[in-house]
């Protein structure tokens, strides 16, 4: 489980981005389609450092609106 960050880039498209795995971030044209394309690059990101013997880093964000 990850917890990924959303929000809406210059070129109209999604920008979606896992913060506790850095680099990781992908887009898509929708909302939905981003978050299928970041949950691929997750599982990417983890298999490439699994496959190289190192370690995965944990979850380790945590998030919350302010209000201001």
Not at 19 to 36: F, M
Request: a negative charge; glycine letters at 8%; charged letters at 25%.
């Amino acid at each position: 489980m990850r917890q990924v960050v959303i929000y809406p880039g210059e070129d109209n498209y999604w920008i979606a981005e896992c913060p506790s795995l850095p680099g990781c971030i992908s887009q898509g044209e929708t909302k939905e389609k981003a978050i299928a394309n970041i949950k691929e690059a997750i599982a990417g990101y983890v298999k490439a450092l699994e496959d190289d013997g190192l370690p995965v880093p944990t979850e380790r964000f945590e998030t919350l609106l302010v209000a201001v």
